[in-house]
């Protein structure tokens, strides 16, 4: 069975950074594509930044230049490197994983870890 773990989160100034790690585990024979999401109290769950198992990355305007998403394929892990970071990006950060069976692909979740952005 897939697990996801995050961790990373916590408290920050405007201004600072943070690094999220997602880390798999269990029967996993690649990830097609990893994602990192997050959700604001009374808001919609958004999606941040996207990357493909061919390195191919997209974002969210909103954090286009400050956010990078990465991977390192050994580890099984995928990184949110968050810098000049906002009030306005205090959320909880979830990642997301689709790994392939034979014949289809299943989407995990991780628990979320928390981001608070003081101004």
């Known amino acids: 069975q897939v697990q996801l773990v995050e961790s990373g989160g916590g408290l920050v100034q405007a201004g600072g950074s943070l690094r999220l790690s997602c880390a798999a585990s269990g029967s996993i024979s690649s990830i097609n594509v990893a994602a990192w999401y997050r959700q604001a109290p009374g808001k919609q769950r958004e999606l941040v930044a996207s990357i493909t198992s061919g390195g191919s990355t997209n974002y969210a305007d909103s954090v286009k230049g400050r956010f990078t998403i990465s991977s390192d394929k050994a580890k099984n892990t995928v990184y949110l490197q968050m810098n000049s970071l906002k009030p306005e990006d205090t959320a909880v950060y979830y990642c997301?994983?689709?790994?392939?069976?034979?014949?289809?692909?299943?989407?995990?979740w991780g628990q979320g870890t928390q981001v608070t952005v003081s101004s």
């Open positions: 997301n994983a689709f790994i392939p069976t034979a014949t289809t692909q299943y989407s995990y």
